[in-house]
């Protein structure tokens, strides 16, 4: 009799559990067109004017663009550390909006980033 007792305290539990549960995490779910295109022309003006010939703003760093990504973004990672955790992360999450975050953001070069970023993601490319 006490197995069988066991056994339902067992299964009580059980569901008791399973209720208390959280969710399984989330996985990023898949960027729109918009947003990938924008973080290919975001990537590509990146690499126009903040790496391009004569610039030295960001001579410390080197950028990866990663339009294909679930979430499409531009990571700006140290020159001589590129594996460390990038500095600046640029999230492409809709057609001509983003997300920012980084200690890159913290830095002389903070409201060079925002204006441009912004300028950017309103579809003006121009460097200045």
Not at 5 to 12: P, Q
Request: glycine residues 8%.
């Amino acid at each position: 009799m006490k197995i069988f007792a066991r056994a339902g305290t067992f299964a009580g539990l059980s569901v008791l559990l399973a209720a208390c549960q959280s969710s399984a995490p989330s996985t990023p779910s898949a960027a729109s067109p918009e947003a990938h295109a924008l973080a290919r022309s975001i990537g590509e003006t990146i690499g126009r004017c903040w790496f391009g010939p004569g610039q030295t703003a960001f001579a410390g760093y080197i950028y990866s663009p990663e339009p294909n990504a679930v979430v499409p973004r531009v990571l700006i990672v140290p020159k001589e550390a590129p594996a460390e955790r990038p500095v600046l992360v640029i999230e492409a999450t809709g057609a001509s909006s983003i997300s920012t975050f980084g200690p890159l953001l913290n830095t002389a070069n903070a409201a060079r980033i925002n204006a441009d970023l912004n300028r950017w993601a309103k579809g003006n490319t121009s460097c200045d």
